[in-house]
């Protein structure tokens, strides 16, 4: 719900509600997380043992529901372009991009780019051509397929689970007017319910897996930076070390969260970019050049022809030993542990685009720059084994983190080289943690507006415990450890995922029917039976040839449409409705726009009744009219139904009986539409 919003005020002067914690979903993620790296602190031999057990259960018996669940989120959200759905906005119809289209490809850009990246773009084609899966090793064949695996792990269909929770966040919070917050994307299954125990539940599994998930990501980072201050400054590699490193992150993270450094934080992030690129252009100059564009292209067909049997490759006919769960497993529930946290930033930045437009974007910017960086330092990796360094690609799999830096030792200029690369992985880190204690604070409060955020104390919090869990996994078994603390958290959350996609494919089929069932004539139905039909006549043709300018739409405001809606409210307020008026955008601010005017009516479940009515500055047409001299725009008075159904039609200069006609056909609708959803559902009883 919007704040009501003093039509004399000004922008500055409005009250805001601060967020709160949610203090069910807060206490029982802090205290789970507390116990579990506790437990690895005080007895490492018995969490590593109970951990592996746990890995190995889950994958004997949900490795197949990982791989369906990917695959189908993956089909869904193409589904969802592809469909009548993807020309649905992200926001009411009239809302535009809040960032224009390279700015909003840079940041997708940006959120696809990680330390973990840096470690496995090595040691993973490496691992998959020494030890592939089925392939026979050191073959032609396997190097091929060793850089596909690669890409198939960070490509396409993790970004899919990424797609679909930022599509779900930003629907139901910038369409729906819902908190942003995972629980609304299940409204259209449980109702009311959601702010209950099921809610809770629901924020609870995506707060751990983004706790864990962000663990692992923060524990490789770790030991990618101890690795290249060995290289350039020979600090030992020693999980002391790590411990150290950690606790330094930690400190700038939360000294971030305390000070509220968001530019200097998108600073650091556009910084990484710029160092990642430099650093693969680096290796594509100094390398193999000749080869490494030949093997790009070969990369690209050879995905293309892979990429079909990857998505349901389970090696049921196979004995590939723990391949599944070190590899394809763990990065799913990597991913499934991500999508809150990734999607969370998706959905801030894209209210106004097309489900169309987010899907494609997703999809393919990010992992345009991941195929680049994967091709060029895997295939480098795989030339150099195949050409006689064979030690290479063992040290590599003995010790993964390494091999980055072993690869950039065989380029001119290692020691600068090396320098940047920590530099970049320590940015990384310090960004991570930072964004992700933003995200954890989100999860755990409730947040009265989308744009809001948790308070910086929370988020300081989660900070310090996150680091705190990334020491107890680094201490049990280092990375080892953190993947299977991952595999095991993403499982709860995968099912979460499941209701995501139920719910919103719920919500667009009833927006689509709202949009569908929406008769143009209706809107004037009752409007032109107001008064003669020559008076009728006069009075519409001279509304439709006028273009007035802000002040006079200003007057029609609070001399006519806000009183009007204020009256309707009254009387509804008087039948027992629970019904109110409000001058007040999405933000809760007046815009340079002018203020939406909003009556909003309680309804059943998840289905409240708005009459949204926009000022607008559109261009004045060339057909003439009564045009104000010199004007060159002029200001329409839009309405919108139920949250941004699309409507859009011009009610400037309705008389106070008009406007009472257009919301009772509106009305009547809603409460149509409401009894049509209750007999679909089976929620009818004699």
């Known amino acids: 719900?919007?704040?009501?919003?003093?039509?004399?005020?000004?922008?500055?002067?409005?009250?805001?509600?601060?967020?709160?914690?949610?203090?069910?979903?807060?206490?029982?993620?802090?205290?789970?997380?507390?116990?579990?790296?506790?437990?690895?602190?005080?007895?490492?031999?018995?969490?590593?043992?109970?951990?592996?057990?746990?890995?190995?259960?889950?994958?004997?018996?949900?490795?197949?529901?990982?791989?369906?669940?990917?695959?189908?989120?993956?089909?869904?959200?193409?589904?969802?372009?592809?469909?009548?759905?993807?020309?649905?906005?992200?926001?009411?119809?009239?809302?535009?991009?809040?960032?224009?289209?390279?700015?909003?490809?840079?940041?997708?850009?940006?959120?696809?780019?990680?330390?973990?990246?840096?470690?496995?773009?090595?040691?993973?084609?490496?691992?998959?051509?020494?030890?592939?899966?089925?392939?026979?090793?050191?073959?032609?064949?396997?190097?091929?397929?060793?850089?596909?695996?690669?890409?198939?792990?960070?490509?396409?269909?993790?970004?899919?689970?990424?797609?679909?929770?930022?599509?779900?966040?930003?629907?139901?919070?910038?369409?729906?007017?819902?908190?942003?917050?995972?629980?609304?994307?299940?409204?259209?299954?449980?109702?009311?319910?959601?702010?209950?125990?099921?809610?809770?539940?629901?924020?609870?599994?995506?707060?751990?897996?983004?706790?864990?998930?962000?663990?692992?990501?923060?524990?490789?980072?770790?030991?990618?930076?101890?690795?290249?201050?060995?290289?350039?400054?020979?600090?030992?590699?020693?999980?002391?070390?790590?411990?150290?490193?950690?606790?330094?992150?930690?400190?700038?993270?939360?000294?971030?969260?305390?000070?509220?450094?968001?530019?200097?934080?998108?600073?650091?992030?556009?910084?990484?970019?710029?160092?990642?690129?430099?650093?693969?252009?680096?290796?594509?100059?100094?390398?193999?050049?000749?080869?490494?564009?030949?093997?790009?292209?070969?990369?690209?067909?050879?995905?293309?022809?892979?990429?079909?049997?990857?998505?349901?490759?389970?090696?049921?006919?196979?004995?590939?030993?723990?391949?599944?769960?070190?590899?394809?497993?763990?990065?799913?529930?990597?991913?499934?542990?991500?999508?809150?946290?990734?999607?969370?930033?998706?959905?801030?930045?894209?209210?106004?685009?097309?489900?169309?437009?987010?899907?494609?974007?997703?999809?393919?910017?990010?992992?345009?720059?991941i195929f680049m960086w994967i091709s060029i330092y895997g295939n480098s990796a795989l030339d150099l084994i195949r050409n006689g360094n064979k030690e290479f690609g063992e040290r590599t799999m003995a010790s993964p983190e390494g091999g980055f830096y072993e690869l950039l030792a065989q380029y001119p200029a290692f020691v600068i080289i090396a320098a940047l690369a920590t530099m970049t992985a320590l940015l990384f880190y310090v960004t991570s943690a930072d964004s992700a204690a933003l995200v954890m604070a989100n999860l755990s409060s409730f947040l009265p507006n989308p744009q809001d955020d948790g308070r910086p104390a929370l988020r300081v919090f989660w900070a310090v415990l996150t680091g705190a869990l990334t020491v107890g996994m680094l201490i049990v078994g280092g990375v080892g450890a953190l993947q299977a603390a991952t595999v095991i958290m993403g499982l709860p959350f995968a099912f979460v995922i499941i209701l995501v996609m139920i719910g919103l494919h719920r919500a667009l089929r009833i927006d689509s029917y709202r949009s569908n069932s929406a008769d143009q004539g209706l809107p004037y139905s009752r409007i032109r039976r107001s008064g003669s039909s020559r008076d009728n006549l006069k009075q519409q043709l001279t509304r439709v040839l006028a273009f007035p300018g802000r002040s006079k739409a200003l007057d029609f405001e609070n001399n006519v449409l806000l009183p009007t809606l204020q009256e309707i409210a009254e009387e509804m307020q008087s039948r027992g409705i629970g019904a109110r008026a409000c001058r007040a955008n999405s933000e809760g601010h007046a815009d340079e726009e002018g203020a939406l005017i909003q009556l909003e009516v309680d309804g059943e479940g998840e289905y409240p009744f708005h009459y949204q009515v926009w000022p607008r500055k559109v261009g004045v047409p060339s057909f003439g009219g009564r045009v104000p001299k010199g004007a060159e725009e002029y200001v329409r008075m839009e309405v919108y139904f139920d949250g941004g159904a699309s409507q859009g039609y011009d009610i400037m200069d309705y008389t106070k009986d008009q406007i009472i006609d257009d919301v009772l056909d509106k009305y009547e609708r809603h409460v149509e539409f409401l009894y049509i959803n209750d007999s679909s559902n089976g929620r009818n009883h004699e």
Request: glycine share 8%; proline share 4%; no cysteine.
């Open 1 to 369: 719900m919007t704040d009501v919003i003093d039509p004399q005020a000004k922008p500055d002067k409005v009250s805001r509600s601060l967020p709160k914690v949610n203090k069910k979903v807060f206490f029982a993620a802090a205290i789970g997380t507390i116990a579990i790296t506790l437990w690895a602190l005080i007895s490492p031999t018995s969490a590593e043992g109970v951990l592996g057990a746990a890995v190995s259960w889950i994958s004997d018996w949900f490795g197949w529901f990982y791989v369906l669940l990917v695959a189908v989120v993956l089909v869904f959200v193409i589904y969802l372009a592809a469909s009548r759905h993807g020309l649905t906005k992200l926001g009411p119809e009239h809302s535009k991009p809040e960032f224009g289209l390279l700015s909003w490809a840079s940041m997708l850009f940006a959120a696809g780019i990680s330390t973990d990246l840096m470690f496995f773009a090595v040691a993973e084609p490496v691992t998959h051509y020494l030890a592939p899966p089925s392939t026979e090793p050191e073959t032609v064949e396997a190097a091929r397929e060793a850089t596909v695996w690669t890409l198939f792990h960070y490509g396409l269909s993790g970004w899919g689970l990424y797609a679909l929770m930022g599509l779900a966040l930003a629907y139901f919070a910038y369409r729906a007017n819902m908190p942003l917050a995972i629980r609304s994307a299940l409204a259209p299954i449980f109702g009311k319910r959601i702010h209950g125990p099921i809610g809770d539940s629901v924020d609870f599994a995506a707060l751990l897996g983004t706790i864990f998930g962000v663990a692992t990501s923060l524990g490789i980072g770790v030991v990618m930076v101890n690795v290249g201050l060995n290289a350039v400054f020979g600090l030992p590699v020693t999980t002391a070390s790590q411990v150290g490193i950690v606790i330094v992150g930690v400190a700038v993270a939360t000294l971030s969260a305390i000070s509220g450094v968001d530019k200097g934080i998108k600073f650091l992030s556009l910084l990484n970019v710029f160092l990642a690129i430099a650093l693969a252009f680096w290796v594509l100059v100094a390398g193999n050049t000749k080869f490494l564009l030949d093997a790009f292209v070969l990369n690209v067909t050879d995905f293309a022809r892979l990429f079909p049997d990857m998505v349901g490759q389970t090696f049921a006919f196979e004995d590939t030993g723990t391949w599944m769960t070190d590899w394809t497993l763990f990065f799913w529930a990597w991913w499934i542990a991500w999508a809150s946290f990734v999607g969370l930033f998706l959905a801030r930045i894209s209210r106004g685009r097309t489900i169309r437009q987010f899907v494609i974007g997703t999809l393919t910017i990010p992992f345009i720059y």
